[in-house]
């Protein structure tokens, strides 16, 4: 993948997704570890772990990661501009007609169809990457994930200490168990 | 001077908005709104508005807007490169370790509790996005049919292995049908 193609794969991602944070990993995964085989699963989790330990939008932080992983620094720099750019151009083009455009009813009933389709997309994902991630120590693995899952449905506790625990027990746990006895 | 106003003013919303989406919305306002009075506070729920029928995180979309507004396209610019730039940095710097520093045990033993986490909040953030596409309301329930046909009509997509870009596409063109037969029929 030259470094043109890799831009124009964040771009075109980027200005596709909608409904924000998340919703740009099924995207992402889909392009570079399902289509071409350029990330594993364990590398896609490694880059959401370290863009959510960074303050400012997840899409910006993956695009910025992936391009890194990637294409080094270069990358980091392109899939940074890459994701920013169609927001900027939509945004500053509807600046001067929102008012019809956001309350125009054909584009909120395309929006409507949009959400559900990237409502089972979600879902979808978080069953592919589950699997992934259950691979290995089964137990372990299957009781943060769904720790965390239950502590960000009925908490409001913020993301970046949810992180901060789970980076944390994981420290805690390889240390002072021998890997070979965590389940 | 008004660009340089507007650099602090998201590079501030950059480095503390945690969390991604709506998350980011109280600092913005309050940097926005209530300090530099670029926005009232009825602008400010359009750029909500308007965030939700574009792509691309809210932090991006009220720079763009505000930086519009303040400044031309110019001001769009600055605003929206300040919003990224603290996590630029940072990832630069984490991302030099991860991917080069070699193995890090301490790392390598925190992605071991973080990588079944994001798994989980990935989950979370897969529920909220049902109920809120889904459900028009939830007390008493009330079911969108359109966002419902396109969630039904992707599942099955999604079973024969279609590309996710497309399936967006092709609920955009359910949501303008769905949208179509309500109008017709005057829902």
Redesign the interface.
């Known amino acids: 993948m030259s470094l043109w193609q890799f831009f124009f794969t964040i771009f ?12 740009i ?3 992402i995964r ?1 392009e570079f570890v399902v ?1 071409r085989n350029l990330l594993s699963d ?1 590398e896609m ?2 880059l ?14 993956t695009a ?2 992936t391009g ?2 990637l294409k080094g ?1 270069t990358g ?2 392109l899939g ?1 501009v890459a994701a ?1 750019l ?3 151009l ?3 083009v ?2 001067f007609v ?2 019809s ?3 125009n ?22 069953y592919d ?2 699997r992934a ?2 691979s290995r ?1 089964k137990v ?3 009781v ?10 009925f908490t409001s506790i ?3 200490l ?2 901060l625990a ?6 805690l ?3 002072f168990i021998p890997q070979e006895r965590i389940p | 001077m008004i660009f340089w106003q507007l650099f602090i003013a998201f590079l501030e919303v950059g480095a503390l908005a945690f969390g991604g989406g709506y998350a980011a919305l109280p600092l913005i306002e309050q940097v926005v709104v209530n300090r530099y009075h670029w926005l009232s506070l009825r602008e400010m729920t359009d750029v909500v508005a308007i965030s939700q029928v574009t792509p691309g995180p809210i932090a991006l979309n009220a720079a763009t807007f505000v930086g519009t507004r303040v400044a031309g396209i110019p001001g769009a610019i600055i605003a929206s490169v300040a919003a990224v730039l603290p996590q630029t940095l940072l990832l630069l710097f984490l991302g030099w370790f991860l991917f080069h520093g070699g193995r890090i045990t301490l790392i390598d033993r925190a992605l071991k509790g973080l990588r079944p986490g994001v798994g989980g909040l990935i989950g979370v953030a897969a529920v909220s996005m049902v109920m809120a596409s889904l459900f028009t309301s939830t007390a008493p329930l009330a079911i969108d049919f359109v966002a419902v046909a396109a969630f039904v009509i992707v599942v099955v997509l999604l079973l024969k292995k279609l590309d996710p870009i497309k399936l967006i596409a092709i609920g955009a063109g359910i949501g303008l049908l769905g949208g179509l037969v309500e109008h017709l029929i005057g829902a």
């Open positions: 075109k991602i980027s200005g596709i997704t909608f409904g924000g944070g998340y919703t990993v099924p995207v889909n289509k364990e989790f490694d959401i772990a370290l863009s959510q330990s960074a303050p400012g939008p997840i899409a910006v932080s910025l990661l890194y992983k620094r980091a720099i940074t920013i169609p927001p900027l939509i945004i500053s509807l600046f929102y008012e455009f956001a309350a009813f054909w584009v909120r009933a395309a929006l409507r169809g949009m959400s559900g389709a990237i409502s089972a997309i979600m879902i979808f994902a978080v990457l589950s991630c259950l120590y372990f693995s299957g943060l994930m769904l720790l965390t899952f239950l502590v960000g449905l913020s993301t970046g949810i992180i789970l980076g944390l027990f994981g420290i746990a390889f240390t």
